[in-house]
């Protein structure tokens, strides 16, 4: 499982950056691995905010271009999010995601949550 931290309470226009560890048994193959995060706010559905392959590639969501970074790091083997002019409608509980380009085996962190008040 995926290890997800940096969730907390933050004024509108504010910044946090999430981070996430991978388990130990991808290290490996850590590079074959699509990393994401996705996030669910109270009463939606789970959404995708970012992924990841290529580090000179990544996707963003329409709502978070131009405010949210995803990067990763393949010698640490972790996958962060930087949130920059954070607005109410990011609050949510934000996951992390690694698929497996190939095989499709994914897997999931437990969230963090990211509180967006005033």
């Known amino acids: 499982q995926l290890q997800a931290s940096g969730g907390g309470l933050v004024r509108p226009g504010g910044s946090l950056r999430l981070s996430c560890a991978s388990p130990?048994?991808?290290?490996?193959?850590?590079?074959?691995?699509?990393l994401g995060w996705y996030r669910q706010a109270p009463g939606k559905e789970r959404e995708l905010v970012a992924t990841i392959t290529n580090p000179r590639d990544p996707n963003y969501a329409d709502s978070v271009k131009g405010r949210f970074t995803i990067s990763r790091d393949n010698s640490r083997k972790m996958v962060y999010l930087r949130m920059n002019s954070l607005n109410l409608e990011d609050t949510a509980v934000y996951y992390c995601h690694a698929k497996h380009r190939e095989s499709g085996t994914e897997f999931w962190g437990q969230g963090t949550l990211v509180t967006v008040s005033s």
């Open positions: 130990g048994s991808i290290f490996s193959v850590f590079t074959q691995y699509t």
